[in-house]
């Protein structure tokens, strides 16, 4: 009788295995199909300036930041970018962070990888996050800018205040690519 409890219990954990790895190809099957996807092409050049956050999904590394937080994008001449991101913190000082971004792929390509370590560290993977930019209306005046897992978000402006139709009309492109928008925190822009 215990040998048969014994086969049971055994039977049934390989049975709760075999479930579990069939829901967790599916669902990994289901996520291919939702792949985020980043725009056609983008032409650095006109990419470059300054862009205003008027949405992000909460991150830990923005946690200080309470308003006016922008990034700001000029050209290297090894090719690269320089990132100047800064905000406005509670006690009223501007934070400020330094990085370097630069194009993955093709000269047109919509992925970028962004760094804020110290050069001496950039031939680590992990100090590189992940930047694509997922939408761009053709006057390049708003932007949607990502990463592949979707854990990180935001949209950003050529303007400090963005028109609601057309925020609203990015959300429904975000929510086509599966991102979860209720998490969007709107950012503060004040003068």
């Known amino acids: 009788m215990t040998q048969f409890l014994h086969l049971r219990t055994a039977l049934i954990s390989i049975l709760g295995l ?10 990994m099957a289901q996520q291919g199909d939702q792949n985020v996807k980043t725009i056609k092409a983008l032409d650095v050049p006109r990419y470059l300036g300054t862009w205003y956050e008027i949405a992000k999904s909460p991150n830990w590394f923005q946690k200080k930041c309470v308003s006016n937080t922008k990034a700001i994008y000029t ?3 090894d090719g690269n970018l320089r990132v100047l991101n800064s905000c406005k913190t509670a006690s009223g000082e501007i934070s400020e962070a330094e ?3 630069r194009q993955i792929g093709a000269k047109n390509s919509a992925k970028l990888e962004v760094r804020f370590a110290p ?11 992940d930047y ?4 761009l209306d053709p006057q390049y005046q708003v932007a949607a800018v990502s990463d592949p897992k979707r854990e990180y978000l935001w949209v950003l402006s050529r303007t400090p205040q963005l028109d609601p139709k057309v925020y609203e009309d990015l959300l429904q ?3 086509q690519q599966h991102f979860d928008i209720q998490k969007l925190e709107l950012t503060s822009q004040k003068n």
């Open 119 to 129: 050069e001496w560290l950039s031939f680590l993977p992990l100090v590189w996050g």
């Open 18 to 27: 075999l479930l579990i790895c069939i829901g967790s190809s599916q669902a």
């Open 173 to 175: 492109r975000l929510k």
């Open 99 to 101: 990085g370097l971004a």
């Open 75 to 77: 050209a290297r001449p």
């Open 132 to 135: 694509w930019v997922i939408d």
